[in-house]
C-alpha cells in the first residue's frame, strides 16, 4: 500500500496563474482533506471530500477550490494565485471507521 | 470556534529526563483530540488519539477536559524522540480540523 500520494512534489508558478494539485488517498479510505501549511505553522484546513462533495470548509476565499472524483482521488484548485500562496499543500485521507488522518508527503507550491 | 494552543514552539531536554508537551484547545462541544508526529524528512503521521488511551512509544496524553488540555508527556525522553509534534482537535462528524503550530523538541544525548 502506497498510502497517500500527492503530485507533484514541487511545483513553480507566476502570480496570477492557476494550479491543480492531486492526491490519491490510502486504499481503503474515501474521505479526503486539503491543508495549507505556511513555514513555522500548523497545517491550515483548506476543505474536505466525502463522496464527491465538500462536506466542511475553513477560512479560505473561493480561489481555492477542489473536486473527489467516484476513485475518491481529489484535486486541488487555486485560481488567481498570490505570492502568499506559497506553502506546503498537504492532502490526508480517512475512513468513517478510522480514527485520525493519513497524510501525503505534500505539494511544495511556490508563487513568484 | 475551534483553536488549538501549543504555547511552546521549541522544547530542549536530555536524553532519559521526562518530557511534556504542552496542547490547549478550544471547542464547545467533545473533543477528538490528536496527537501526530513529523520525523525529519518524513510525512507527517498520527502518534496517538485520546480516544484509545493507548501509550505508544512511551508517549501518553490525557484528556484534561476541566483545564481543555491534552499534554503529552513521556517518562523519558530518548534521542530519536526528537521531531516537530502537533496537536490536533478533528471533528470527524463535521469534518472539520484544527492543528496547533507544532512544537520542536530536541533531546540531546
Known amino acids: 500500500d502506497a498510502g497517500v500520494t500527492q503530485s507533484p512534489t514541487h511545483l513553480i508558478k507566476t502570480r496570477g496563474q492557476q494550479v491543480t494539485l492531486r492526491c490519491s488517498p490510502k486504499s481503503g479510505h474515501d474521505t479526503v482533506s486539503w491543508y495549507q501549511q505556511a513555514l513555522g505553522q500548523g497545517p491550515q484546513f483548506i476543505f474536505q471530500?466525502?463522496?464527491?462533495?465538500?462536506?466542511q470548509r475553513g477560512n479560505f476565499p473561493d480561489r481555492f477550490s477542489g473536486h473527489q472524483f467516484p476513485n475518491y482521488s481529489s484535486e486541488l484548485n487555486v485560481n488567481a494565485l498570490l505570492l502568499g500562496d506559497s506553502a506546503l499543500y498537504l492532502c490526508?485521507?480517512?475512513?468513517?471507521?478510522?480514527?485520525?488522518?493519513?497524510f501525503g508527503s505534500g505539494t511544495r507550491l511556490t508563487v513568484v | 470556534a475551534q483553536r488549538v494552543t501549543q504555547p511552546e514552539k521549541l522544547l530542549s531536554v536530555f536524553k532519559g529526563a521526562p518530557v511534556e508537551l504542552k496542547c490547549n484547545y478550544s471547542y464547545s462541544g467533545s473533543p477528538e483530540l490528536f496527537w501526530y508526529v513529523q520525523y525529519s524528512r518524513q510525512r507527517l503521521q498520527l502518534l496517538l488519539r485520546?480516544?484509545s488511551r493507548e501509550s505508544i512509544k512511551g508517549f501518553t496524553a490525557d484528556l484534561n477536559k476541566g483545564e481543555t488540555s491534552f499534554h503529552l508527556k513521556k517518562p523519558f525522553a530518548q534521542e530519536e524522540d526528537s521531531a516537530m509534534y502537533y496537536c490536533a482537535l478533528i471533528n470527524t462528524n463535521a469534518g472539520k480540523s484544527t492543528f496547533g503550530d507544532g512544537t520542536t523538541l530536541t533531546v540531546k544525548p
Open positions: 490526508a485521507s480517512s475512513s468513517p471507521v478510522t480514527y485520525g488522518y493519513t
Open positions: 485520546h480516544i
Open positions: 471530500y466525502y463522496e464527491e462533495e465538500e462536506r
